[in-house]
């Protein structure tokens, strides 16, 4: 289960991918469908999250920053 870690509220655009960059803020690149993809990525909103390690962290449908538990080491 994902648990809610910052509200930010990004509206989506469709033809970008929405990630949790490193700084933990929100940013987007353009999605490659058959063609070339421009370079570059843009930030959309500043939230500052500080990431813990074995969590996995993204964009939730609602715009908001969620992270779940790594699933490591099954067997």
């Given amino acids: 289960m994902a648990e809610k870690v910052a509200k930010v ?7 970008y991918l ?17 063609r070339k993809a421009k370079k570059g990525t843009q930030k959309v909103a500043r939230a500052g999250v500080k990431k813990q390690s074995g969590y996995l962290y993204f964009v939730d449908k609602n715009g908001d920053i969620s992270r779940a538990k790594m699933a490591r080491g099954r067997k």
């Avoid at 509220?9 to 033809?15: A, Q, R």
Wanted: glycine share 16%; charged share 40%.
């Fill in 18 to 34: 929405y990630f949790v960059d490193k700084n933990g803020d929100v940013s987007r690149a353009t999605m490659a469908r058959g």
């Fill in 9 to 15: 509220g990004v509206k989506k655009e469709k033809g």
